[in-house]
T-cell receptor, first 112, second 116 residues
């Protein structure tokens, strides 16, 4: 157990639907990163939050959004889902603005 | 922009043999470099990292990596591979923007198979 908890572990949904992925960072970690892992794109950085504020955006689609709550957990919202959104979505946390990433075990999203 | 290249998509070694996984990076300044391992159905686990100083870095599970600035490389090595080392290995470089962001740029990964 890495200390970073992601739920759900698996999610199957239909095209056009909306889902929410949840990440609870390791205790004390202020920064949360979201990554998408797919066969064709590999591991892609989506977005980072630090202590509730958005800090950086990567290759995140406009249909996707995220937030970090006062208790530091984060949610990634994916809407108008397409088949190509099927992927593993990881979150990682760090204590601050450093590189000590701890990854969760991921949410596998399948869009049918 | 920073980038990471892992030229070997798939490698097979025999148990007990030595291992070297290649990683080349593109970055203007001194890079922050990492190796992660991903077992099937699992998240990514940090094996080792290089920030500065000694160019030979020791990690967990008996792995080490050597930073070679002249070759823009950060190859991962292990003297004797165990069957449990079969997994996918990712090299990554840290991208910072004035210290405000520390996102990682990952290579495409190398899938390691271990033969008995």
């Amino acid at each position: 157990d890495s200390g970073v908890t992601q739920t759900p572990k698996h999610l199957i949904t239909a095209t056009g639907q909306r889902v929410t992925l949840r990440c609870s960072p390791r205790s004390g970690d202020l920064s949360v990163y979201w990554y998408q892992q797919s066969l064709d794109q590999g591991l892609q950085f989506l977005i980072q939050y630090y202590n509730g504020e958005e800090r950086a955006k990567g290759n995140i689609l406009e249909r996707f959004s995220a937030q970090q709550f006062p208790d530091l957990h984060s949610e990634l919202n994916l809407s108008s889902l397409e088949l190509g959104d099927s992927a593993l979505y990881f979150c990682a946390s760090t204590p601050g603005e450093n590189y000590g990433y701890t990854f969760g075990s991921g949410t596998r999203l399948t869009v049918v | 922009a920073q980038s990471v290249t892992q030229p070997d998509i798939h490698i097979t070694v025999s148990e007990g043999a030595s291992l070297e996984l290649r990683c080349n990076y593109s970055y203007g300044a001194t890079p922050y470099l990492f190796w992660y391992v991903q077992s099937p159905g699992q998240g990514l686990q940090l094996l080792l990292k290089y920030f500065s100083g000694d160019t030979l870095v020791q990690g967990i599970k008996g792995f080490e990596a050597e930073f070679k600035r002249s070759q823009s490389s950060f190859n991962l090595r292990k003297p004797s591979v165990h069957w449990s080392d079969a997994a996918e290995y990712f090299c990554a470089v840290g991208e910072s923007h004035g210290g405000a962001t520390n996102k990682l740029i990952f290579g495409t990964g190398t899938l390691l198979a271990v033969q008995p």
